[in-house]
Every structure is written in C-alpha cells, then in structure tokens.
C-alpha cells in the first residue's frame, strides 16, 4: 500500500524559512516522478515543484529561485526547502508521487499525501 507523509508545515514570520519533509513508502520510491503542490482557500491547486527519477527539477515561476525539491532516496523522502517565504505562500502543501510524469505534471498523481499546513504572516 503506498502511503505519503508529509511533515514540517507550521506558522513563521515574512522572510523566514521552513522545510517540508514527505516520506513515502509501499512502491519503487527511486523510480517514480514526485512532486508538491499547494492548495490556497478559495483557489485552484497548483503545482510548486516536481523532481524526477534521475534528479532534475522543475519549479513553478512563483518560488523559483526562493523553493529547493531535493529526495534522499536512501531515507524514501521527499523534501521542499521555502526561504523567503512570503504571505502568498499560505496553502495546504502536498506532495505527490506517479510513475508517469505528464500525469504527476498535469496534477493527476496517482498517489497524494494527507497535506501539511504553510502559514505566513506579514
């Protein structure tokens, strides 16, 4: 059974950092496509970054430059490091895992975490 936790959300400040932690476990973790994603109240999910099996990463136009995804295959986790957090970064975080990429790309994942909460304040 594939499971996905995610970790680390909580409450900081404009300009502080936090590092969200998804460990997964039940299928071939260093195969598959992974991604996170964020949800806002009122608004669409969207994607925030993807890292594929071989490593290379893609990041939404919004937190690049300021988002690192990165994996350790050894642990099965999945990271994503936000500094520079700002208040439109507040949403629900997920991470997702498929072993296709253009499903995980388009959000249609086949497996998704529960979501940590992300709330920056000004």
């Known amino acids: 059974q594939v499971q996905l936790v995610e970790s680390g959300g909580g409450s900081v400040q404009a300009g502080g950092s936090l590092r969200l932690s998804c460990a997964a476990s039940?299928?071939?973790?260093?195969?598959?496509?992974m991604g996170w994603f964020r949800q806002a109240p009122g608004k669409e999910r969207e994607r925030v970054a993807t890292?594929?099996?071989?490593?290379?990463?893609s990041y939404a136009g919004s937190v690049k430059g300021r988002f690192t995804i990165s994996k350790d295959n050894t642990k099965n986790t999945l990271y994503l490091q936000m500094n520079s957090l700002k208040p439109e970064d507040t949403a629900m975080y997920y991470c997702?895992?498929?072993?296709?990429?253009?499903?995980?790309?388009?959000?249609?994942?086949?497996?998704w975490g529960q979501g940590t909460q992300v709330t920056v304040s000004s």
């Open positions: 039940g299928y071939t973790y260093s195969s598959y496509y």
């Open positions: 890292i594929s099996s071989d490593g290379s990463t």
């Open positions: 997702a895992a498929d072993p296709g990429f253009s499903r995980l790309w388009l959000g249609r994942a086949d497996y």
